[in-house]
């Protein structure tokens, strides 16, 4: 008995870059790059995703755990491998579903459909992408809101984004909302700054909202960008995707058998 895995991967590649997962099993390219499984970008979004990779049920509930080990690979244009920071990803024993991720978050495990949430169950990941200017080393920078996902408006429980120097000002983060658990489809949201002393500074203004299409099924992909302090009205339409899985996925546009279904709504 196999697994079906679906993999999504939020990665900044320049053009002519390839996005590869590269992992311990032979079906990821044994750690070799070049033998990776490619990733197909989603248009009009930073996604890449593949589908129906086929992974044994032995092998996820076995005892060698580095055999579950993977990560995403940049391969540049002119030469090259960037390989994620961090630790190595590890596939949790789930059931057939999707895998999301952003490039480089090694450290945070992937956000999946388990077995109490299965890929027709209502659900979404929220990747976070936000510009803050206004912190000092040490400081963090929340996503707050509404629902429990993002820590019911207690800014010790959001969803802490992440930069680096390389990309500051710029901060990312992801998270899984459960429809179930957050209880409805639209929620309310803010960025908060978390100072070293442990002062919250909230940004000024009306709350940030948002709506999911949760009733359609599948797993939908919101990217939401926002500027620390600028009016939620000034960001923008938010990019989303819907994630399907079928026995033969494919992507739209009439691509192969095996890839995975990434709609732009």
């Not at 000002?169 to 990312?172: A, C, Y």
């Given at each position: 008995m196999a697994c079906e895995l679906h993999f999504a991967v939020d990665a900044d590649a320049r053009e002519g870059d390839e996005v590869r997962l590269v992992g311990a099993l032979p079906q990821f390219g044994s750690w070799n790059p070049p033998h990776g499984v490619v990733?197909?970008?989603?248009?009009e979004s930073p996604l890449f995703t593949c589908g129906a990779l086929c992974v044994p049920r032995s092998v996820l509930d076995g005892d060698v755990?580095?055999?579950?080990?993977?990560?995403?690979?940049?391969?540049?244009?002119?030469?090259?491998?960037?390989w994620e920071a961090g630790p190595n990803r590890r596939l949790a024993a789930v059931s057939s579903g999707w895998v999301v991720a952003r490039f480089g978050s090694t450290a945070c495990a992937p956000l999946h459909n388990g077995p109490e949430r299965p890929l027709h169950s209502p659900g979404a990941v929220l990747l976070f992408r936000a510009i803050c200017a206004d912190t000092l080393p040490g400081e963090t920078l929340q996503v707050v809101g509404s629902c429990p996902s993002l820590g019911a408006w207690d800014p010790s429980r959001g969803v802490t984004l992440s930069t680096s120097p390389e990309h500051f000002?710029?901060?990312?983060g992801t998270v899984r909302l459960d429809a179930i658990a957050d209880g409805a489809s639209d929620f309310y949201w803010k960025l908060a700054i978390c100072r070293a002393g442990g002062e919250v500074e909230w940004e000024q203004g009306a709350d940030r909202s948002t709506v999911l299409g949760l009733?359609?099924?599948?797993?939908?992909?919101?990217?939401?960008?926002?500027?620390?302090?600028?009016?939620?009205?000034?960001t923008g339409a938010p990019c989303s995707l819907r994630l399907h899985?079928?026995?033969?996925?494919?992507?739209?546009?009439?691509?192969?058998?095996?890839?995975?279904?990434?709609k732009a709504l």
């Open positions: 990733m197909k970008s989603v248009p755990e580095e055999a579950l080990e993977f990560k995403f690979v940049i391969l540049r244009r002119g030469g090259g491998v960037r000002p710029e901060w990312r009733e359609h099924g599948g797993l939908e992909v919101r990217i939401l960008s926002a500027h620390f302090g600028a009016s939620p009205a000034s899985a079928s026995p033969a996925p494919r992507l739209l546009g009439g691509m192969g058998r095996g890839e995975a279904l990434g």
